[in-house]
T-cell receptor, first 113, second 114 residues
Framework: RKEVEQDPGPFNVPEGATVAFNCTYSNSASQSFFWYRQDCRKEPKLLMSVYSSGNEDGRFTAQLNRASQYISLLIRDSKLSDSATYLCVVNMISGGGADGLTFGKGTHLIIQP | EAGVAQSPRYKIIEKRQSVAFWCNPISGHATLYWYQQILGQGPKLLIQFQNNGVVDDSQLPKDRFSAERLKGVDSTLKIQPAKLEDSAVYLC????????????FGQGTRLTVV
């Protein structure tokens, strides 16, 4: 079965620092990519979609490398409120039907004051 | 706009008992997902519906789990009989279509099997 792999961390980062996560996916037919954020004991919520050309939303930058099958998330000027688990998500639509959103296990980020 | 509604929020049952979870997706969302999230892991897809049809249930343990979405709106997920390893949060999510769109999650049902 296709997989999405992430370093589970935890990443302990001082406030104000820049932190980057990578995620690799095994299925080259994957078509859309996302980063979700999940706070402790809460449901996942979309942080940002990841486009082939790369995209930026404030302090967050996402990149996609289809040739190497990896996705990255960069957080600049990290805030205490960025502490959460970041889930890499891949969506593949196969000829026989959608395979649904496949989640990685998540990377746990702790921003320290 | 109302979000994805799930009930109950918490459930404690003994092993070998049965349990059912309910989900009401966002109005107009054709795609509905059920995920199982075990503590410390990412959500694992159990089943995906497109309207009232199943498009992926390859990871659903069909000997004990079943799900339906009869009218293409609400959905129920049932476990019968439950095992200790079924203890997890069961998340329902919906999206407008199955391609390239954001999935919105409910708050989940936390199941403890004792």
């Amino acid at each position: 079965r296709k997989e999405v792999e992430q370093d589970p961390g935890p990443f302990n980062v001082p406030e104000g620092a820049t932190v980057a996560f990578n995620c690799t996916y095994s299925n080259s037919a994957s078509q859309s990519f996302f980063w979700y954020r999940q706070d402790c004991r809460k449901e996942p919520k979309l942080l940002m979609s990841v486009y082939s050309s790369g995209n930026e939303d404030g302090r967050f930058t996402a990149q996609l490398n289809r040739a190497s099958q990896y996705i990255s998330l960069l957080i600049r000027d990290s805030k205490l409120s960025d502490s959460a688990t970041y889930l890499c998500v891949v969506n593949m639509i196969s000829g026989g039907g959608a395979d649904g959103l496949t989640f990685g296990k998540g990377t746990h980020l702790i921003i320290q004051p | 706009e109302a979000g994805v509604a799930q009930s109950p929020r918490y459930k404690i049952i003994e092993k070998r008992q049965s349990v059912a979870f309910w989900c009401n997706p966002i109005s107009g969302h054709a795609t509905l997902y059920w995920y199982q999230q075990i503590l410390g892991q990412g959500p694992k897809l159990l089943i995906q519906f497109q309207n009232n049809g199943v498009v992926d249930d390859s990871q659903l343990p069909k000997d004990r789990f079943s799900a339906e979405r009869l009218k293409g709106v609400d959905s129920t997920l049932k476990i019968q009989p439950a095992k200790l390893e079924d203890s997890a949060v069961y998340l329902c999510a919906s999206s407008l279509t199955r391609t390239n769109t954001e999935a919105f999650f409910g708050q989940g049902t936390r199941l403890t099997v004792v």
